[in-house]
């Protein structure tokens, strides 16, 4: 070993949300813990996902809502946006966010090393730092390096034209024109944020509807109000190529299209950063899709060795990342746990917001399970018509044979928290009835879970008993 070499119980690669919260709680639970990235600590949620997109939201979201506020009386003279401000604000966001992440760490006395890991073996792992390079030798590694944009190959990443979701985050200007490839939670979002900035935006999406997956319920309502911010969008269309400023699209319903771009976000899904990483001189497999294999106590084809978060099989999202940071540390270090993959909230932070946990009505079908559904509109929700924001409803989904709660659907304001009460009420094996007696505080939104529940059984007080 030379000077620069470490010899440690568990190595971590990858410090976004699932291998920083891993590293923390190893070493909470007494591990001697290397943390190992090449980039920022965060990872892409925090440098170049989640907290950028959703500081542009917010700001985009406020910006717009001012311009309509005269509904409500308040009157303003011309709002205007100073987009270099918006953009320093969000960096500092994420930057104050970087150091408390780096503050966590070091406390907690995780090692933290810069580089890129490749495994020499199934106890030892090769770091390269620019011209250095040295060795870690563990007895656990978990591999936690996370996802890339899918890349189309007319649609090659240029940084300056043809951009992934994380340029977009980090423009200079607001594009006057704006073409969003794929029609998915991540297109969807930024798309959203450019549309109430002021750019022309497109939405190009293969599949029958953008969001491909979700309940046509809920697309309908996020589809009138992207239209409403003049969002052009293309279903069942494909992005050919890009001459000049344009941008060749064959749509079904449209024929050829030539659509203005100044940027092409190309949003097309992620794929596991699983190359590249000398997984070939371990035992772990990696499946069709080259996502890496787990089992329930997330260890992979190699004792040695577990995978959580993006690069892992199961849905791509931070709070899956850190919950099974948080399983497979406890399991290295003894713990009785294990991941369960069902209830994992997916939000996606739309206008409104989406959020669902569980089975959605189709997906119980499709298992064979009766179901019993209840549905409560926000348009007759007396805190959403104070916050003057009633687009949407809450469904909740029980199993007929025993009340159990499978399934929450929320499309609406605040949906992203509203659905954290539906997760524990699912974990918790909760009935309609445990919702519907559960006395909720007036007025909230969270009332509408409550009204949803009672509408399961015909017992909603402010709506009547009809099928909406
Ligand atoms: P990552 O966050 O991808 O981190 C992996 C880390 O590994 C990186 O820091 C990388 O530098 C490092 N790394 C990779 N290979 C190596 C190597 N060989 N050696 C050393 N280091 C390496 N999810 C949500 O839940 N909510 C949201 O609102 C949300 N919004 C998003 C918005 C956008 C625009 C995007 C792109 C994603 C969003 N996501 C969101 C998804 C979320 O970012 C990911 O699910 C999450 O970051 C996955 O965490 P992770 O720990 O698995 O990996």
Not at 326 to 354: H, R
Request: aromatic content about 6%; some cysteine.
């Amino acid at each position: 070993m030379n000077s620069n070499d470490i010899r440690t119980e568990v190595v971590v690669i990858g410090a976004g949300p699932g291998g920083y919260v891993a590293a923390i709680r190893l070493a909470q639970l007494g591990k001697k813990v290397v943390l190992v990235d090449e980039d920022k600590l965060g990872g892409i949620c925090l440098n170049y996902g989640c907290i950028p997109s959703k500081a542009m939201i917010s700001a985009s979201g406020l910006f717009n809502k001012i311009k309509q506020s005269s509904k409500i009386g308040i009157k303003t003279g011309k709002v205007t946006i100073d987009f270099s401000k918006m953009q320093e604000w969000k960096d500092g966001i994420v930057s104050k966010l970087n150091k408390g992440t780096e503050f966590l760490c070091k406390k907690n006395n995780v090692t933290i090393v810069k580089g890129t890991a490749v495994f020499e073996n199934s106890n030892r792992l090769k770091i390269s730092n620019g011209k250095n390079s040295s060795y870690i030798d563990f007895k656990k590694a978990i591999i936690a390096t996370g996802s890339k944009p899918v890349e189309l190959p007319n649609f090659k990443f240029d940084d300056k034209k043809i951009i992934s979701s994380r340029g977009a985050l980090y423009l200079k200007e607001i594009p006057e024109n704006l073409v969003v490839i794929g029609g998915g939670y991540i297109g969807l979002e930024i798309g959203t944020i450019y549309a109430k900035l002021g750019s022309k935006v497109s939405i190009v999406e293969m599949e029958d509807q953008i969001l491909p997956g979700f309940d046509k319920n809920v697309v309908n309502v996020i589809q009138k109000n992207l239209e409403k911010l003049d969002v052009n969008i293309y279903v069942n269309a494909k992005a050919d190529k890009i001459e000049n400023n344009k941008i060749a699209i064959d749509s079904k319903e449209k024929g050829k299209v030539l659509l203005d771009a100044d940027k092409v976000l190309v949003a097309v899904g992620r794929h596991p950063n699983t190359k590249n990483l000398g997984l070939e001189n371990t035992k772990v497999k990696l499946n069709e899709k080259e996502f890496v294999d787990v089992d329930k106590n997330l260890m992979t084809d190699d004792e040695n060795i577990y995978a959580i978060g993006d690069v892992s099989v199961g849905p791509m999202l931070a709070h899956k990342a850190s919950m099974q940071g948080k399983i497979a540390a406890g399991i290295i270090a003894g713990e009785k746990v294990s991941y369960d993959n069902f209830v994992v909230p997916a939000v996606v932070f739309t206008d409104p917001e989406i959020a669902s946990v569980g089975l959605s009505e189709d997906e119980a079908k499709d298992k064979g399970i009766k179901v019993k559904t209840g549905k409560f509109p926000f348009s007759v929700s007396s805190r959403a018509m104070t916050r003057e924001e009633t687009q949407g409803f809450v469904k909740v989904i029980a199993n007929e044979a025993d009340d159990k709660i499978i399934g929450v659907q929320i499309v609406g304001s605040d949906a992203s928290d509203l659905i954290s009460e539906a997760s524990l009420a699912i974990k918790m094996n909760s009935t309609i009835d445990d919702l519907a007696l559960t006395i909720h505080p007036h007025p909230t939104l969270s009332e509408s879970l409550m009204e949803a529940s009672e509408a399961t059984m015909g017992k909603a007080i402010h709506i009547l008993k009809l099928k909406l």
